[in-house]
């Protein structure tokens, strides 16, 4: 499958990573240049294709293939960033499957259908799920 992953932090490299591990074919698009040198060196034995560029930017998205893709990972640190990838990747290049990071869980809502979104992750409420689990485990 060929994936689009915008945003080059933490959680991008490590999901574009494991993506071309498992046989897909990976393009990152990441805007700031000290990052993109570093995730280029970081992913070269993954075969991913790293591309210095505003994911908002339709130019961008074109360059990096977006008409070709058939999933979209926005995955950048901020929540407008995200919502308007997922927007042009849905409606402007017709990705299939797009699924965006939520940075604030207030702004869950927005990643809807209609904002063109097949799927959202909200790590803020996994993590805060999985502690509130082991607090309430009783003491060994």
């Known amino acids: 499958m060929q994936v689009l992953v915008v945003g080059g932090g933490r959680i991008g490299a490590y999901l574009a990573e494991d993506l071309a591990a498992k046989g897909h074919q990976v393009v990152m698009i990441e805007k700031r ?37 058939q999933a979209l990972a926005a995955a950048t640190g901020d929540d407008e960033d995200n919502l308007v990838i997922g927007l042009l990747g849905k409606r402007e290049f017709g990705i299939p499957r797009v699924v ?19 799927a959202s992750v909200r790590p803020a409420e996994i993590i805060a799920s999985l502690i509130e689990e082991e607090i309430e485990q009783p003491a060994p």
Not at 101 to 116: D, E, I, K, M, T
Request: proline share 7%; charged share 25%; glycine share 8%.
């Open 33 to 69: 240049p000290e990052r993109v040198q570093e995730l280029t060196l970081q992913l070269a034995k993954s075969r991913v294709r790293v591309i210095q560029g505003d994911g908002n930017d339709p130019t961008v998205l074109r360059e990096a293939g977006a008409k070709d893709m």
């Open 100 to 118: 965006g990071r939520v940075n604030n869980p207030r702004n869950a809502w927005l990643y809807a259908p209609s904002f063109g979104f097949d």
